[in-house]
């Protein structure tokens, strides 16, 4: 059984660094080809895809936001961490990961529950 | 990089009635690279449909994808009360993902 959960904080002030752990079962990031990602989603509004991770320590960022992030994993910890840099009250939103299915398409085919992060001074 | 845009914003039905949705996209897709979505208030997206036409595990046969190119459809026949939810389509274009705005439905 595939589950994901976001953990992190609640609240960050602005200009302050944003870190979300993704912990995750059922599966290995070590597994040829397995890819995992950062979704988020302001309130009421549209998906936004932030960061990808591939088996092989490839990295790939969103082009509007990819000087204020990273991401990194730790397969002995089942665990995917984003970073996001110089948070401000625009980047409030709730934060996914989602694993990223490569066969038949690529496609974010398990979700966590979502962290909702807002940013307040 | 690749921006969808999603037609109708909102979507007022009955239940029993048909759904058409559409992504288009601002250049061409590879079909096997677009997925939708659904999701309802305080939940995280599904996964309906990936490679434009193929259901996802547990999606009943009623969600059907279509399309080609830069046209993409969501089809949902005989609506029932419970597909009211957001719909969002989602290309690949490596190394990056793209979403639609989203298409609501409403069922009532």
């Known amino acids: 059984q595939v589950t994901l959960k976001e953990s992190g904080p609640a609240l960050v002030k602005p200009t302050q660094t944003l870190t979300l752990t993704c912990t995750f079962s059922g599966f290995s990031l070590n597994i040829d080809k397995m890819r995992m990602s950062w979704v988020r989603q302001p309130p009421g509004k549209a998906l936004e895809w932030l960061a990808r991770i591939d088996w092989d320590d490839d990295k790939f960022y969103s082009t509007s936001l990819k000087t204020r992030l990273t991401i990194s994993k730790d397969t002995s910890k089942s665990q995917v961490v984003l970073t996001m840099t110089n948070m401000d009250p625009v980047d409030t939103a709730t934060y996914y990961c989602?694993?990223?299915?490569?066969?038949?398409?690529?496609?974010?085919?398990?979700w966590g529950q979502g962290i909702l992060v807002t940013v307040s001074s | 990089e690749t921006v969808l845009t999603q037609s109708p914003g909102t979507l007022s039905l009955s239940p029993g009635e048909r759904a058409t949705l559409s992504c288009r996209a601002s250049?061409?897709?590879?079909?096997?690279?677009l997925a939708w979505y659904q999701q309802k208030p305080g939940q995280a997206p599904r996964p309906l449909i990936y490679?434009?036409?193929n259901r996802a595990t547990g999606i009943p046969d009623r969600f059907g994808g279509s399309g080609s190119g830069t046209d993409f459809t969501l089809t949902i026949s005989r609506l029932e009360p419970e597909d009211s939810a957001v719909y969002y389509c989602?290309?690949?274009?490596?190394?990056?993902?793209?979403f639609g705005p989203g298409t609501k439905v409403d069922v009532k």
């Open positions: 989602a694993r990223i299915r490569y066969t038949g398409g690529y496609y974010f085919d398990y």
């Open positions: 490679g434009a036409s």
């Open positions: 250049q061409s897709v590879d079909s096997n690279y």
């Open positions: 989602q290309q690949y274009g490596a190394p990056v993902f793209t």
